[in-house]
């Protein structure tokens, strides 16, 4: 069974700060890991994945992640927050050797972002 | 190109009633889920179909049903509501099954339930 905890519920920062916000993995077989941020009353959206290659992968919004698997994490940066970037950010894997579509979502971290 | 719709946008329902949710998928994609989001439990897995048939469940009571039709369009049901069912319900809709397609989700049904 796969799970992912999210280290920090929430995390404030100030505008133009760098921000971190923390994912840990669990899992018994290799695993295509995804950030999704979820703005108010809105749905999910994709801030970028890991699927293979390359441990650092670029997303939207100048978000960055780095898959590290002897730590079994995929931690998301930015260098520079905004207000814009207040939401609940999602870290979440799938299973790539699974038959069906299947994502497993830790419990989220709000981050807020404040003047 | 229209994005995942899900109708309604906010249902309030009283405790033993039934409820329906829609979602229609991105034109094309074949995969759809379904997840409940409560602030105590976070995102969880409802239920996939993919071509009409339920190809995964997770670990719900009966009262949690679902199907898909052949538009791909997709239903899921919950009887016999109870005070704890309700939650934001979204739906994700994929190309296909594979674990490396990105899954593009709807804004969500919320449900409350009296």
């Known amino acids: 069974a796969q799970s992912v905890t999210q280290l920090d519920s929430q995390v404030p920062v100030f505008e133009e700060a760098p921000v971190e916000l923390r994912c840990n993995y669990s899992s018994s077989v290799s695993v295509y890991l995804f950030w999704y941020v979820q703005y108010p009353n809105q749905g999910l959206q994709l801030l970028l994945k890991?699927?293979?290659?390359?441990?650092l992968v670029k997303g939207i919004n100048g978000f960055e992640a780095e898959f590290n698997k002897s730590q079994t994490s995929f931690h998301l940066r930015k260098p520079s927050v905004h207000i814009s970037d207040t939401a609940e950010y999602f870290c979440a894997v799938s299973d790539p050797g699974g038959s069906n579509y299947k994502l497993t979502f830790g419990k989220g971290t709000l981050l807020t972002v404040n003047p | 190109k229209a994005g995942v719709t899900q109708t309604p946008r906010y249902l309030i329902k009283t405790r033993g009633q039934q409820v329906t949710l829609s979602c229609s998928p991105i034109s094309g994609h074949r995969s759809v889920s379904w997840y409940q989001q409560t602030p105590g439990q976070g995102l969880q897995f409802l239920f996939e179909?993919?071509?009409?048939?339920?190809?995964n469940k997770g670990n719900f009571p009966g009262r949690f049903s679902g199907r898909q039709f052949s538009n791909s369009r997709s239903e899921m049901n919950v009887s016999t509501l109870e005070l704890g069912d309700s939650a934001l319900y979204l739906c994700?809709?994929?190309?296909?099954?594979?674990?490396?397609?990105?899954?593009?989700f709807g804004q969500g049904t919320r449900l409350t339930v009296v």
């Open positions: 994700a809709s994929s190309l296909t099954t594979a674990g490396n397609t990105e899954a593009f």
């Open positions: 890991y699927l293979s290659g390359s441990t």
């Open positions: 179909y993919f071509s009409e048939t339920q190809r």
